[in-house]
């Protein structure tokens, strides 16, 4: 099992034409059984990562905000909401999106705000929700988070999916 980003980088290369056979070869099983499966795999594995080790996607991804959340975080700085918003929130057209990488709360690989952090946060890796062979946030969560990148790999064993020799 992968523990780390350190450990999933030099693998990543390696797996892209491979996940783009996998991602064909899913739409072979019922959405509902890849779900499953994915949740399944999600609450045997998640357990054994420990995500104050690592803190990739707080390092590498911006995650999106609700406005009450943009309040809260803005109280937590000890500024008005507007001023927060036009210093470190962004907007691309369809969210809301914390723009500080790596994120402004985030201490020692342990978040500073974890109580009042906002649900995109709170979510991650978001491999509980329905759908899921359908959702580009697994894949590109899968280059990010060691936890989506050893479902996946399980996944695949679990599916019987090879690929090359």
Not at 1 to 24: C, G, H, R, T, Y
Request: proline fraction near 5%; aromatic fraction near 10%; include cysteine.
């Amino acid at each position: 099992m992968v523990k780390s980003p350190e450990e999933m980088q030099p693998l990543l290369a390696s797996k892209n034409i491979e996940n783009m056979f996998f991602k064909k070869h899913l739409r072979n099983f019922k959405s509902e059984l890849i779900d499953q499966s994915i949740h399944s795999l999600n609450q045997h594995i998640s357990p054994q990562i420990d995500c104050t080790t690592c803190a990739n996607c707080c390092t590498k991804l911006e995650p999106g905000l609700e406005e009450n959340e943009i309040v809260t975080l803005a109280h937590i700085k000890q500024i008005e909401p507007i001023t927060f918003k036009q210093q470190f929130v962004a907007f691309d057209g369809e969210a809301l999106f914390l723009k500080t990488k790596p994120c402004m709360f985030l201490n020692s690989c342990k978040c500073s705000i974890y109580d009042s952090r906002p649900n995109a946060c709170a979510g991650y890796p978001h491999l509980d929700a329905k759908d899921m062979k359908y959702k580009r946030s697994l894949w590109s969560n899968y280059t990010v988070c060691p936890i989506v990148f050893n479902v996946i790999e399980a996944l695949k064993l679990e599916l019987n999916f090879t690929y090359g020799s």
